[in-house]
């Protein structure tokens, strides 16, 4: 149970790169926006039966109610949307093989903003890891 993040991060990081692979096959003749507005409406489709399923819809209107966190669930809501319209033009005029490692300096930021932000602490094996993430996405990307 405790190696359940990394199990769970795995199939995440799975997912995400067949986000790419199938956004780069479906975006060849049609707008980036549109099919990200499309893909929307499906994965919240989609997230919404599985709430149905787990049983816990009837946990919304108390998340709701909580100011702060449905405001900071809707920043990344938006914040979730602008990515991946840019994640999505990105893709239409790009390679995959240079837009998905780009895309992955999220993790460089994410780390960044949580030493700085939330008081987040980092090794200095876990730095020179984000660092050598931050030189292998420009690497990749560019090479």
Request: proline share 1%; net charge positive; aromatic share 6%.
């Given at each position: 149970?405790?190696?359940?993040?990394?199990?769970?991060?795995?199939?995440?990081?799975?997912?995400?790169?067949?986000?790419?692979?199938?956004?780069?096959?479906?975006?060849?003749?049609?707008?980036?926006?549109?099919?990200?507005?499309?893909?929307?409406?499906?994965?919240?489709?989609f997230l919404i039966?599985?709430?149905?399923?787990?049983?816990?819809?009837?946990?919304?209107?108390?998340?709701?109610?909580?100011?702060?966190?449905?405001t900071y669930i809707a920043l990344s809501?938006?914040?979730?949307?602008?990515?991946?319209?840019?994640?999505?033009?990105?893709?239409?005029?790009?390679?995959?093989?240079?837009?998905?490692?780009?895309?992955?300096?999220?993790?460089?930021?994410?780390?960044?903003?949580?030493?700085?932000?939330?008081?987040?602490?980092?090794?200095?094996?876990?730095?020179?890891?984000?660092?050598?993430?931050?030189?292998?996405?420009?690497?990749?990307?560019?090479?």
């Open positions: 149970m405790e190696n359940l993040w990394l199990v769970f991060g795995l199939l995440s990081a799975i997912m995400a790169a067949m986000v790419a692979i199938f956004g780069k096959i479906g975006l060849q003749s049609v707008d980036a926006n549109t099919a990200t507005a499309i893909r929307s409406v499906i994965m919240a489709a039966l599985v709430v149905v399923c787990q049983g816990t819809l009837k946990e919304i209107p108390a998340i709701i109610a909580d100011k702060k966190a449905i809501g938006v914040a979730g949307a602008l990515s991946w319209l840019f994640y999505f033009l990105a893709l239409k005029f790009g390679n995959v093989s240079q837009v998905a490692p780009i895309d992955k300096l999220s993790v460089v930021i994410a780390t960044v903003i949580a030493v700085t932000l939330l008081g987040e602490k980092i090794s200095m094996v876990g730095s020179a890891g984000v660092a050598l993430i931050a030189l292998g996405a420009i690497l990749v990307a560019l090479g």
